[in-house]
């Protein structure tokens, strides 16, 4: 594997939870010391001792069931999520495909949120005016283009945020669920971009629970099950002992 621009070392990922305050706040003060202890016990571990790397320019599949704890790792690569316990190292810009579309603001338009958005990913005004029309045509949604986005369908939003994203030359790409977005023609489209960023080296790391879509695109997978690395290899074996893992509909 070439060096490693993603590293987890032992990372475990706890989630405390919240309870209802009973017997008032001078209750909870007169009883601080351990009503501390009863919060800090009260967590829910999402991932434990998680260990890997991501080479530069591989493509990484994550698969598992709902809840597994992959949007969480994906969360902690893009640095919205901190461990509780361990280190995680980034190497890179991380462009994130993740909320497609969560960034934009509703009373700008579709334009205007591309400047903006190209931006907030790190790029000057210039390098992003250069892209513009290639960001326009790849979005394909018309005149909207120059709508303020509260007059879009959320697939249209999608689509833009896709195509804002995959424009602004990335170096590592973090994908949730990539192909529910739009129709099945710009699924394809969205599908055949990340096989042409694997063709130019750009670094990938993609969650969905499309075992042809990993197969397709993905160098090698991991299998998150019960807050660990269940499995970890060739893309073909991995999604296979998944696959078979599940039980008959």
């Known amino acids: 594997m070439s060096a490693p621009v993603i590293t987890f070392r032992s990372v475990t990922k706890n989630y405390t939870l919240y309870h209802e305050l009973r017997g008032g706040i001078k209750n909870f003060l007169f009883r601080l010391p351990k009503a501390i202890k009863q ?28 809840g597994a704890g992959k949007s969480t790792l994906l969360g902690l690569m893009a640095g919205i999520l901190r461990p509780s316990a361990g280190e995680v190292e980034v190497n890179g810009r991380i462009t994130p495909l993740l909320e497609l ?24 005004r210039k390098a992003v005016t250069r ?16 709508q303020p986005i509260r007059t879009y369908s959320s697939g249209m ?8 994203a995959a424009h602004l030359d990335p170096e590592i790409i973090l994908a949730d669920e990539l192909l529910a977005v739009g129709d099945a023609d710009f699924n394809k489209k969205c599908l055949d971009k990340m096989s042409d960023f694997k063709r130019s080296g750009v670094t990938i790391v993609f ?43």
């Open 39 to 66: 919060i800090r016990d009260s967590s829910y571990c999402v991932l434990k001792d998680i260990s890997f790397e991501v080479g530069s320019g591989e493509t990484l599949g994550i698969i598992g069931r709902n």
């Open 101 to 124: 579309g969560g960034g934009f603001h509703p009373d700008l338009t579709g334009i205007d949120n591309i400047m903006l958005n190209g931006v907030l990913l790190g790029l000057s």
């Open 131 to 146: 892209k513009l029309s290639e960001i326009i045509k790849f979005a394909d949604i018309g005149d909207y283009i120059g």
């Open 157 to 164: 939003v999608a689509r833009l945020g896709f195509s804002v």
């Open 207 to 249: 969650i969905s629970h499309s075992m042809e879509s990993i197969r397709k695109i993905c160098d090698r997978v991991i299998w998150i099950e019960g807050h660990k690395i269940k499995m970890a290899g060739d893309a073909g074996a991995v999604t296979g002992a998944y696959k078979n893992s599940r039980p008959a509909i």
